[in-house]
């Protein structure tokens, strides 16, 4: 009986130290601060005054211009140049406007300016009237640098997250879905696109939906998205698409996929047959690089949202596995997660590294909790705020951040090299046996 015992205790402090280098290897426990409150931006500009001023990113060398006014009779026009106050060229485009049961908007202006170079300033006025603001375009070629938010929101931790990011440098924001949180209350949209007006403005902003922008009601407004497609209006047409809710475009060296996840996505869909021929259409001399962004992830072990994107991920993995798609960057849930390559579950060199970049402020602030158990393709984990940073540098390297606020200061608590899939070590021109893969 004794040695019975004593061997027991052998076995389990062997277990103990052999467990003990994982634990060096897991996330530090961090708790995440809690939620502040929303913060409302009024409406201080006169009634045909430009306001929710935003730029995106239309073709190579195209910028759209989008803004509101709250009187209907402004002119949808653009003046634009290289240097303040001096406007050599101008642009005429189009305005909407849409209602919301009692609600409605002022009218939404787009305008496409162009042709424009590369990593130049320019100043712009929207409407012949208001202020004047300058946006840099981004870089023709490698270097480049992305800022990459989730679950926006608009809270006090929104403003840290958005000062956090207007204080280094950047060229292209993305946000894969949920912007406003206004869920169905369309004051909280003007309020939103005056909040982020001094980022949005300056910066190309290009965003995909999340859960938050659907906001459709029962037979009165079945398809949803009515908002959301008014106001984000994205370069959906320029790559072949249909729909606003899922796009691609290129800029310096990389090929950037925007997809849907709260519209079809199986193998009959539209998106499915536009994704399949976008993909088809990717030369990797001109755009080394594939990064996708989607809102609900694909590989998440939080308690939270768990399996909400399995059914996309089994519709569309093997189509971003089979194009060799470096990275895919998601939303939804409220705390950040960095999975190595992945495809099928499993670790594969020649798989995308998966990263979920919520949370942005968000509005309900949830501290969410992981799964006790992480699992091993998880490589880092934390419920913060925070913004991620992912700068390529060239074609075979580039560099990702996880940024976390602390306050008015920020603080980067993971960083990675991430390798261009055709130059790393391992050849990924054909899809690896299942054989190789068990091996990792
Ligand atoms: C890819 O782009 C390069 C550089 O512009 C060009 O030389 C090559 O022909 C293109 N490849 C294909 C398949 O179109
Ligand atoms: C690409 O950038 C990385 C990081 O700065 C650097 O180490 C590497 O030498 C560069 N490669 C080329 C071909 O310039
Ligand atoms: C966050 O800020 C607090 C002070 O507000 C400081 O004590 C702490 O060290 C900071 N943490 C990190 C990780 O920067």
Redesign the pocket.
Known sequence: MMEVSIRRLHFFSLITLLSFPRHLHASPEYSRPPPRPIIFTSHTRSESDPQQVHISLVGVDHVRVSWITSHKHTKSTVEYGKSPGTYEASATGDHTSYHYFFYSSGEIHHVVIGPLEPSTTYYYRCGGSGPESSFRTPPSDLPIEFVIVGDLGQTEWTASTLSHVGARDYDVFLLPGDLSYADTHQQLWDSFGRLVEPYASRRPWMVTEGNHEIETFPIVYPHGFRAYNARWRMPYEQSGSESNLYYSFNVAGAHILMLGSYTDFDADSDQYKWLEADLAKVNRTTTPWIFALLHAPWYNSNEAHQGEGESMRKAMEELLYKARVDAVFAGHVHAYERFTRVFDNTADPCGPVYITVGDGGNREGLALKFEKQKPSISVYREASFGHGRLRVYNQTHAHWSWHRN??S?S?EADRVWLQNIYASATSCTEPTPQSQRDEL
Do not use: H, T
Request: proline share 0%; glycine share 0%; aromatic share 24%.
């Open positions: 602390n306050d200061d603080f």
